[in-house]
């Protein structure tokens, strides 16, 4: 379609239930924190304003209620989001800072974080250790370069400090002789059984 062509849609009036619709379906679709969703809900309020000229104080005091109820309720939990959050990152390869900033922008608050953190590390033996081997699997193939090419072996550090793990683990994983070794350290590697 030729974009001349293509009609823009009018955002809807924010009133107190198209807010807790759009909730609604928004928790339906997506896992999310308290924080997160009050900024979802606060897009809308924001375009709603601009476009129906309603007022921003009353939308945001609206949106407070909302995700309070929710909370109440029990259809956002903040810890149990972080918790499922950081062992998904963790089973892709996510080092403990990556996490840590993940939940961060997803408006997780620091008591949170910590006690995910702290789950993983009663879960597995060296939690970064093993986040390092998943990310390993997933992106290096069997543990870096065949036959410890230099430039292999630097690439390989790369992708590992790029996702956020310390130079002293990247090494370890790089230069294993077994990977089985590694993983026997560092416990299991893919978090409890689902």
Not at 31 to 38: H, I, P
């Amino acid at each position: 379609m030729r974009p001349d062509l293509k009609k823009r849609r009018t955002p809807r009036r924010a009133t107190a239930k198209s807010l807790e619709n759009a909730g609604l379906y928004h928790l339906a679709r997506f896992a999310s924190s308290a924080e997160n969703l009050r900024r979802v809900l606060m897009r809308r309020v924001e375009r709603s304003a601009r476009f129906h000229e309603t007022s921003l104080e009353e939308g945001a005091a609206e949106v407070a209620r909302i995700v309070t109820r929710f909370v109440a309720c029990g259809l956002i939990d903040d810890a149990a989001y972080a918790e499922g959050r950081a062992l998904s990152l963790f089973r892709r390869g996510a080092s403990r800072r990556k996490i840590r900033f993940a939940l961060t922008q997803k408006g997780v608050g620091a008591e949170d974080i910590e006690a995910a953190l702290a789950s993983l590390t009663r879960q597995s033996g060296d939690p970064e250790l093993a986040a390092a081997l998943n990310l390993a699997r997933r992106r290096l193939g069997p543990y870096g370069a065949p036959g410890g090419r230099d430039e292999g072996r630097r690439k390989d550090l790369a992708v590992l400090a790029r996702a956020g793990f310390g130079y002293a683990i990247a090494r370890r994983v790089i230069e294993a002789e077994s990977a089985d070794d590694l993983e026997e350290e560092a416990g299991p590697a893919e978090g409890p059984p689902r």
